[in-house]
């Protein structure tokens, strides 16, 4: 067995594991990135990439429903040609992952190892027939769909994302266990594709929505295009040569089920055991947020493997995080970023800094539209859903946001930018907002919450800042 020494060891190649190369690579440190299994991104494989190739897809189909209104005749006539669409969506996931591999693994030499590392000791990994001796390890291995064991013995009738995008062509009924972000998106998408597509989610909410209207309203939107049963447990038997999905009262035969209940980090056979520190029940170990260090060890865990933040640009500044912490002899703390997350299904649905739940009633106030009214939605024709906006009701300062509607992608964006700077309700009122535009919602949901709160913006009018005399 071969032994080799370097710096900083990185294991996993993913978003998290290339952006802790990146840090590493400045400080002119040593370094070896393994990578055991598929290389390029989950995004890339099998998360946002492919599943948005998807549902542009499944939008632009569905849109035929909306052609008669407009005096548009023919669109009745429109056909799917489910094997071609699916073939153009693994293109495009095939050059997402030509591209990461191109600018990442591609061009390293004896610095990139393939095969599964384990831990001898905190500082000691084995990799095949071989043994690397590192001053500091990035544990960056990623995360997979959680399958529980009772439905693995239904084999490839239970399907998940790791499969999901290699498919061909679909069968004409799937069952969606888990309304999360990846159920709603994907289960939206098959049903405008043609599959009869029936949702299931033990949980009362869907989308991870935590403001109770805004889950009211989305629950009334999606359960108009497909069945979404929730509250209830699932269970799946075999029904001849199909699967029979059962929660509560409801039932239905499916071809497949695809299962989005979840996503587990990637650690067994990691040998965490042999780092000395406590791990969880799940055989975790604790890491501080904002070093992403463990324990007092020179090893920091980054990206989905930590279970906390599983989304792209959080991973990709844990892995800067992990990557700096591990190329320097001082371990630094950084604060993190206001909390983000969009569902791409449509309408948005989407979260912003503070949660519903997070909230103190007695200290916080809300501004809410709804967007039925809005001119922009309207000639759009996608006029449904609700923004709730969260502030301070002293300063006016913004806290969060939940919505589900047109454009919302942008609308989250631009909050997110806002709370992070700290900014209030007065001072976003003080920005243009042209005329008509989806973000004209905003401009109403901030009114409202403006007027509840005590600190208004001086000077005559609330939209101008007032010259000096």
């Given at each position: 067995m071969t032994e080799k020494t370097v710096d900083v060891a990185i294991i996993g190649s993913g978003t998290a594991g290339l952006n802790a190369m990146g840090q590493v690579r400045r400080a002119r440190k040593s370094f070896v990135l393994i990578n055991g299994g598929e290389a390029g991104t989950t995004c890339a494989r099998v998360g946002c990439m492919p599943s948005k190739a998807m549902i542009q897809v499944a939008e632009d189909f569905h849109r035929r429903t909306h052609l008669g209104r407009y005096g548009?005749?023919?669109?009745?006539?429109?056909?799917?040609?489910?094997?071609?669409?699916?073939?153009?969506?693994?293109?495009?996931?095939?050059?997402?992952?030509?591209?990461?591999?191109?600018?990442?693994?591609d061009k390293l030499g004896d610095e990139f190892i393939e095969g599964y590392a384990r831990f001898i000791e905190p500082t000691l990994l084995e990799v095949g027939e071989q043994r690397i001796r590192a001053g500091r390890v990035v544990i960056a291995t990623g995360s997979r769909p959680l399958v529980p064991a009772p439905w693995q013995a239904f084999g490839d009738r239970i399907i998940t994302t790791d499969e999901f995008f290699e498919y061909e062509d679909l069968p004409a009924a799937i069952g969606v266990i888990g309304l999360g972000t990846i159920g709603l998106e994907l289960g939206q998408s098959l049903h405008r594709l043609g599959i009869s597509v029936t949702g299931f989610d033990q949980l009362d909410s869907i989308g991870g929505i935590r403001d109770p209207e805004v889950a009211r309203t989305a629950i009334e939107i999606l359960g108009r295009e497909f069945p979404l049963h929730l509250g209830r447990p699932a269970q799946i038997e075999v029904a001849g040569d199909r699967l029979k999905v059962t929660a509560g009262e409801h039932s239905v035969l499916v071809d497949k089920v695809l299962c989005s209940?979840?996503?587990?980090?990637?650690?067994?056979?990691?040998?965490?055991?042999?780092?000395?520190?406590?791990?969880?029940?799940?055989?975790?170990?604790?890491?501080?947020?904002?070093?992403?260090?463990?324990?007092?060890?020179?090893?920091?865990?980054a990206g989905d493997v930590?279970?906390?933040?599983?989304?792209?640009?959080?991973?990709?500044?844990?892995?800067?995080?992990?990557?700096?912490?591990?190329?320097?002899?001082?371990?630094?703390?950084?604060?993190?970023?206001?909390?983000?997350?969009?569902?791409?299904?449509?309408?948005?649905?989407?979260?912003?800094?503070s949660r519903w739940n997070e909230l103190d009633p007695d200290s916080s106030a809300i501004g809410e539209i709804r967007f039925g009214p809005v001119g922009r939605a309207l000639v759009m024709g996608k006029n449904k859903g609700i923004l709730r906006v969260y502030g301070d009701p002293q300063s006016g300062r913004l806290l969060g946001a939940e919505m589900i509607g047109p454009q919302c992608e942008h609308l989250a964006q631009l909050l997110c930018w806002c709370i992070e700077q700290g900014l209030g309700a007065g001072d976003l009122l003080r920005m243009p907002f042209y005329h008509p535009t989806i973000e004209e919602a905003l401009q109403a949901a901030l009114y409202d919450l403006y007027r509840k709160v005590e600190t208004k913006n001086t000077g005559g009018l609330v939209e101008l800042e007032r010259l000096p005399s």
């Open positions: 548009i005749s023919g669109h009745d006539d429109l056909r799917l040609d489910l094997p071609e669409a699916l073939e153009h969506v693994q293109n495009l996931r095939d050059i997402f992952v030509d591209r990461v591999l191109e600018h990442s693994t209940i979840g996503r587990v980090p990637n650690v067994e056979n990691l040998g965490l055991e042999n780092l000395g520190v406590t791990l969880d029940e799940h055989g975790m170990p604790a890491c501080n947020p904002n070093t992403l260090q463990l324990a007092d060890l020179p090893v920091y865990l930590t279970g906390e933040r599983m989304i792209l640009h959080e991973a990709g500044d844990e892995g800067k995080i992990a990557g700096y912490n591990a190329a320097h002899d001082e371990t630094a703390a950084f604060r993190r970023k206001t909390p983000l997350a969009i569902n791409f299904c449509d309408p948005n649905i989407c979260t912003v800094g």
